[in-house]
């Protein structure tokens, strides 16, 4: 029988299999670890006969005041797959958000993870269908002050794949209030060695993106935006 609980340090090598078999990258193990203790993220496994056959990690970001959970990432080894067990993680992954009083649930998915967006709205998510473009600007070291106050979020982010920054609100702002923030955000990215600085943009409002910043850039990949819709999370055991 599989059950949930929260991970614990010695799960860490079978999440890191995991990670290699699905998506074959390498865990952050430091990060993995830091997510076990720390309460501003929550990390799941699904455990059969002592051996880690899946996990969900989330994570929590604030932005002005706006609270959200994020659900980063979910994998269940091949062999115990096709048995909504990634959907009975995603649910335990919310109610560890409820716990931390937030308004929003949500998880970036890509445009052709069908598996996964099937899996998210059977866990009561639901996407408008709307794409956006991951646009991400490589570090850039300097001797400027990597300090940033204005309109736009930058949020350092630890996922356990990858180190790096968001930057939230970019195509609201004038052109020249994009570029202090991005500048800022590829310099506090080379201070702290992280990977890049990414901004998740719609794909309706690229245009709104100053051309300069486009092409310094390097398009990701699309995503749709899952959001839960349903605050009342059937418990899973």
Same mark, same amino acid.
């Given at each position: 029988?599989?059950?949930?609980?929260?991970?614990?340090?010695?799960?860490?090598?079978?999440?890191?299999?995991?990670?290699?078999?699905?998506?074959?990258?390498?865990?952050?193990?430091?990060?993995?670890?830091?997510?076990?203790?720390?309460? /501003?993220?929550?990390?799941?496994?699904? /455990?059969?006969?002592?051996?880690?056959?899946?996990?969900?990690?989330?994570?929590?970001?604030?932005? $002005?005041?706006?609270?959200?959970?994020?659900?980063?990432?979910?994998?269940?080894?091949?062999?115990?797959?096709?048995? $909504?067990?990634?959907?009975?993680?995603?649910?335990?992954?919310?109610?560890?958000?409820?716990?931390?009083?937030?308004?929003?649930?949500?998880?970036?998915?890509?445009?052709?993870?069908?598996?996964?967006?099937? /899996?998210?709205?059977?866990?009561?998510?639901?996407?408008?269908?709307?794409?956006?473009?991951?646009?991400?600007?490589p570090p850039e070291?300097?001797?400027?002050?990597?300090?940033?106050?204005?309109?736009?979020?930058?949020?350092?982010?630890?996922?356990?794949?990858?180190?790096?920054?968001?930057?939230?609100?970019?195509?609201?702002?004038?052109?020249?209030?994009?570029?202090?923030?991005?500048? /800022?955000?590829?310099?506090?990215?080379?201070?702290?060695?992280?990977?890049?600085?990414?901004?998740?943009?719609?794909?309706?409002?690229?245009?709104?993106?100053a051309q300069d910043?486009?092409?310094?850039?390097?398009?990701?990949?699309?995503?749709?935006?899952?959001?839960?819709?349903?605050?009342?999370?059937?418990?899973?055991?």
């Amino acid at each position: 029988m599989i059950s949930l609980r929260s991970a614990e340090a010695a799960d860490v090598e079978g999440i890191a299999a995991i990670v290699q078999d699905v998506w074959e990258q390498d865990v952050l193990r430091a990060v993995c670890r830091a997510q076990i203790e720390d309460d /501003a993220s929550a990390l799941w496994v699904a /455990a059969e006969d002592g051996q880690v056959a899946g996990f969900v990690s989330a994570f929590l970001t604030v932005a $002005g005041d706006r609270r959200r959970w994020e659900i980063d990432l979910i994998a269940v080894r091949p062999a115990s797959q096709d048995q $909504g067990l990634g959907t009975r993680l995603i649910r335990r992954a919310c109610e560890a958000g409820q716990a931390r009083t937030v308004s929003l649930t949500r998880a970036l998915i890509r445009v052709e993870n069908v598996p996964s967006q099937k /899996a998210f709205e059977n866990a009561s998510f639901a996407t408008d269908g709307r794409r956006h473009g991951l646009f991400v600007w490589p570090p850039e070291p300097g001797e400027k002050t990597h300090s940033y106050t204005g309109p736009v979020d930058l949020l350092p982010v630890d996922t356990l794949t990858y180190r790096g920054l968001w930057i939230e609100g970019l195509t609201s702002v004038p052109a020249e209030e994009q570029r202090r923030a991005v500048t /800022a955000a590829r310099l506090i990215v080379a201070t702290q060695g992280r990977l890049n600085a990414g901004a998740v943009i719609p794909a309706d409002e690229e245009s709104r993106l100053a051309q300069d910043l486009r092409d310094q850039a390097r398009l990701h990949d699309e995503y749709h935006w899952f959001e839960r819709k349903d605050e009342n999370v059937k418990r899973e055991t």
